[in-house]
C-alpha cells in the first residue's frame, strides 16, 4: 500500500441509449472500493448522457481535489464507447465516445492523451487506470 | 485490451451473453469488481481476474471468445486500489 491515505476514486460511465451495464459497472466498482477502505467521498461518479465539456468539467473538478496532495492515488474507472481515428496502431489516436449516432463531433468525444491532459495530478500522485470500452 | 503493433484496429470488449446470471454487465468490469476485494498490487489483481475467468470458462458460463486478454501497463507491483480485505498481504 501506498504511505500515503489520500486516494480518490473517479468513475466514469458514458452509456449510449439502450445501454444497461455501464450503470451496474459503475455502481459495483463503487461497492468493491467502499469495500476496500474508500469513504463515500473519496469515491467521485459521472454517469449519464455525457459529453465532453461535462467530462472535462468533472476531470477539472478530480485535477482541485487533490492539487494540495504531495502524494497519493487516484483510481480511474471509465466505462463507455470508444473510437479511434487512424489506420492503422502505430498511428491510432483512441478515445471515448459519448454519441449514440456517427456523427463524432467536437462535444461528442474525447481523446484520451486529452482525457490525460485535463487529469493534472502532483507529481507523486499515482494513477492507476481499468478502461472497459 | 491491447492490440498487437501492426494488427487491424477493433474494439473487442463485449457485455456478458445474454443467458450469463450477472447481465448485464461489461466482461472487464464484471471480473475486475469481483476479482478486486482480496487483490494485493495490480498484478495480483489481473492474475484474480484470470482466475476467475479461467473458472467461468471452464464452467461454461463464459464463452471462450468472451475472454479478455488484458495486460497491466506499468509497474505490476503497485498497490490495487483501496485496501485487500483478506488472506492477501501487502506490498
Redesign the interface.
Known amino acids: 500500500m501506498t504511505n500515503s491515505s489520500n486516494h480518490l476514486a473517479l468513475l466514469i460511465a458514458a452509456p449510449q441509449l439502450g445501454d444497461e451495464a455501464m450503470s451496474r459497472d459503475q455502481a459495483a466498482m463503487a461497492q468493491a472500493l467502499l469495500g476496500r477502505g474508500f469513504a463515500v467521498n473519496e469515491i467521485l461518479s459521472l454517469h449519464g448522457r455525457l459529453d465532453r465539456p461535462l467530462v472535462i468539467a468533472f476531470l477539472h473538478a478530480a485535477s482541485r481535489r487533490v492539487a494540495g496532495w504531495s502524494e497519493g492515488s487516484v483510481f480511474l474507472h471509465v466505462s463507455s464507447h470508444g473510437f479511434f481515428t487512424g489506420e492503422a496502431a502505430t498511428e491510432a489516436r483512441p478515445g471515448l465516445w459519448f454519441a449514440s449516432t456517427d456523427d463524432v463531433t467536437d462535444d461528442n468525444h474525447l481523446f484520451w492523451e486529452e482525457l490525460f491532459a485535463t487529469l493534472v495530478l502532483p507529481r507523486r500522485v499515482r494513477l492507476t487506470l481499468l478502461p472497459d470500452l | 485490451m491491447k ?5 487491424e ?1 477493433a ?1 473487442r ?1 463485449h ?2 451473453p445474454p443467458d450469463h446470471p450477472a ?4 466482461v ?3 471480473f ?2 469481483a476479482a ?2 482480496e487483490a494485493a498490487t ?1 498484478g495480483d489483481w489481473l492474475a484474480r481476474i484470470e482466475a476467475l475467468v479461467q473458472f467461468e470458462v471452464e464452467a461454461n458460463l463464459l464463452p471462450a471468445f468472451y475472454r479478455p486478454e488484458l495486460c497491466v501497463l506499468g509497474d505490476r507491483s ?8 483478506s488472506n492477501s498481504s ?2
Open positions: 492490440a498487437q503493433p501492426g494488427t484496429l474494439c470488449a457485455n456478458l447481465q448485464p454487465r461489461g472487464i468490469s464484471y475486475a469488481t478486486l476485494a495490480l503497485h498497490a490495487a486500489p483501496g485496501k485487500a480485505t501487502n506490498s
